[in-house]
C-alpha cells in the first residue's frame, strides 16, 4: 500500500540556519508532490508544488527538491525565523486525489 | 483570493445528535470539494469528494449514511454527522477546487473542531 513517511519528531533549529525536512514514500508513483504548512488548530496553507518532471522550486526563502527515483522530496527553509515554527505537511497528488504524511514539527529557536 | 470558510470553528454536542458543518469558497467556484479528518498527531484523511451537482465519492471505510455530505451550489457544501459518538471527535477540513484553477491546487477551510461527549 502507499505509505508517505515524515520524520515525525518534531526538528528543533536555530534562527538564521537552514531548516531541512525530508519527505519519503513508497508503492505510489506521483504526478506531484506539494508542501504545506499547518499551524495549531487550523487548516493547511499551500506553499509549494513540484511536479513528477522538475528537480527543484523555490519561492522566496523556500527550495523543494524532488528525486522520483529516490523517491523523496526535501524541504529546506533557509535564514529560519520563530515564525516559521509550524508543522509541515507533504502531500502527494495524482489524478483527483490528494494524500497526506503526518507532518514534521519545526520549532526555530531564538 | 482563493478563501474558504467553514462554519461552526467548533462545536460540542450530546451523544446522538446530529451536526452540520458548512464549506464555503468565498471569492471562487468550486466544482470539487473535498472533506478531510484529522486525528491528533496523524495525518489528514480524505474522508469524501464532493461534486456539485451529483452525489458524493467516500473513501473506503468511511460510512456515507453517517457522514451526509450535499454540494448543492458551486460555492458550498455540507457534511453532517449523524447521531455523532465520542469517536466521531476530531477535526474536520474541507478544501474546494477552482471551476476556472489548475486541477491540482486546493484551498483549504480553517477546519471545525468537534467535540461530542
Known amino acids: 500500500s502507499q505509505k508517505i513517511e515524515q520524520n515525525s519528531e518534531a526538528l528543533n533549529i536555530q534562527e538564521g540556519k537552514t531548516a531541512t525536512l525530508t519527505c519519503n514514500y513508497t508503492?505510489?508513483?506521483?504526478?506531484?508532490l506539494q508542501w504545506y504548512r499547518q499551524d495549531p488548530g487550523r487548516g493547511p496553507v499551500f506553499l509549494l508544488l513540484i511536479r513528477e518532471n522538475e528537480k527543484e522550486k523555490r519561492k522566496e526563502r523556500l527550495k523543494v527538491t524532488f528525486d522520483t527515483t529516490l523517491k523523496q522530496s526535501l524541504f529546506h527553509i533557509t535564514a529560519s525565523q520563530p515564525a516559521d515554527s509550524a508543522t509541515y505537511l507533504c502531500a502527494l497528488g495524482g489524478y483527483q486525489k490528494v494524500t497526506f504524511g503526518i507532518g514534521t514539527k519545526l520549532q526555530v529557536i531564538p | 483570493g482563493a478563501v474558504v470558510s467553514q462554519h461552526p470553528s467548533w462545536v460540542i454536542c450530546k451523544s446522538g445528535t446530529s451536526v452540520k458543518i458548512e464549506c464555503r469558497s468565498l471569492d471562487f467556484q468550486a466544482t470539487t470539494m473535498f472533506w478531510y479528518r484529522q486525528f491528533p498527531k496523524q495525518s489528514l484523511m480524505l474522508m469524501a469528494t464532493s461534486n456539485e451537482g451529483s452525489k458524493a465519492t467516500y473513501e473506503q471505510g468511511v460510512e456515507k449514511d453517517k457522514f451526509l455530505i450535499n454540494h448543492a451550489s458551486l460555492t458550498l457544501s455540507t457534511l453532517t454527522v449523524t447521531s455523532a459518538h465520542p469517536e466521531d471527535s476530531s477535526f474536520y477540513i474541507c478544501s474546494a477546487r477552482d471551476r476556472l484553477g489548475p486541477t491540482d491546487t486546493q484551498y483549504f477551510g480553517p477546519g471545525t473542531r468537534l467535540t461530542v461527549l
Open positions: 508503492n505510489y508513483s506521483p504526478a506531484y
